[in-house]
């Protein structure tokens, strides 16, 4: 079952733009990621959050993490063409220290 | 390697015949996860591996379903009797750690198509 979901499901920009994608997930955790898959490939990591954690930025990355909401947000800044990909968040629950939970995604399309 | 490398990239299968996909994980990864992605969908846990015992194959759909990494290394996760629902993504990952508290290394997948 999946324990995320990701808003919206399908996103499109004009390069340069900003990109927020939205996650929410229903149990305790330990920490959110964040995976970007191109068509046809696997996943990538982007970045991890720690449930302790509020915000946190790599390079034209920032996410953020509030555990009251159950939620957490992905922003990418000054979008480019290349960022065209699918965008998931993933979920440990507190009780499973291992396996990642993952939601459907959000399809974002950056037009050049 | 320098990834995690899974093989065949596609395989087509009719109905009721058994497949096998290979997983080789990043060398000295001791976790090591499949999953199943339906298309349009967001990967579903399968199995999980750490070293060479199966932790966890509480998201196997059915018993036609077996997975065994018997060296700790290459894992192998075969599929008896295929059926159409079977149509999917199939994605390795392996992670250096045994909590998921970094990131984890994906393959690129297997594609199973069942006609």
């Known amino acids: 079952s999946q324990q995320g979901e990701e808003d919206p499901q399908a996103l499109s920009i004009q390069e340069g733009e900003n990109a927020t994608m939205n996650c929410s997930y229903k149990?305790?955790?330990?920490?959110l990621q964040w995976y970007r898959q191109n068509s046809g490939r696997g996943l990538v990591h982007l970045i991890l959050i720690r449930s302790n954690e509020r915000e946190k930025h790599s390079g034209r990355l920032r996410v953020t993490l509030d555990t009251s909401k159950k939620s957490s947000s992905l922003l990418i800044t000054a979008s480019r063409a290349a960022d065209t990909a699918s965008y998931f968040c993933?979920?440990?629950?507190?009780?499973?220290?291992?396996?990642?939970?993952f939601g459907k995604g959000t399809l974002l399309t950056v037009n050049p | 390697g320098a990834g995690v490398s899974q093989s065949p990239r596609y395989k087509v299968a009719k109905r009721g015949q058994d497949v096998a996909l290979r997983c080789d994980p990043i060398?000295?990864?001791?976790?090591l996860f499949w999953y199943q992605q339906a298309l349009g969908q967001g990967p579903e846990f399968l199995t999980y591996?750490?070293?060479?015992?199966?932790?966890?194959k509480s998201g196997l759909p059915s018993d036609r379903f077996f997975a065994e990494r018997p060296e700790g290394s290459v894992s192998t996760l075969k599929i008896q009797r295929t059926q159409q629902e079977d149509s999917a993504v199939y994605l390795c990952?392996?992670?250096?750690?045994?909590?998921?508290?970094?990131?984890?290394?994906f393959g690129s997948g297997t594609r199973l198509t069942v006609v």
């Open positions: 060398s000295g990864h001791v976790s």
């Open positions: 993933a979920t440990d629950a507190s009780g499973s220290n291992y396996k990642l939970t």
């Open positions: 149990t305790s955790i330990n920490n």
């Open positions: 591996f750490q070293n060479e015992a199966q932790l966890d």
């Open positions: 990952a392996s992670s250096l750690a045994t909590r998921a508290n970094y990131g984890y290394t």
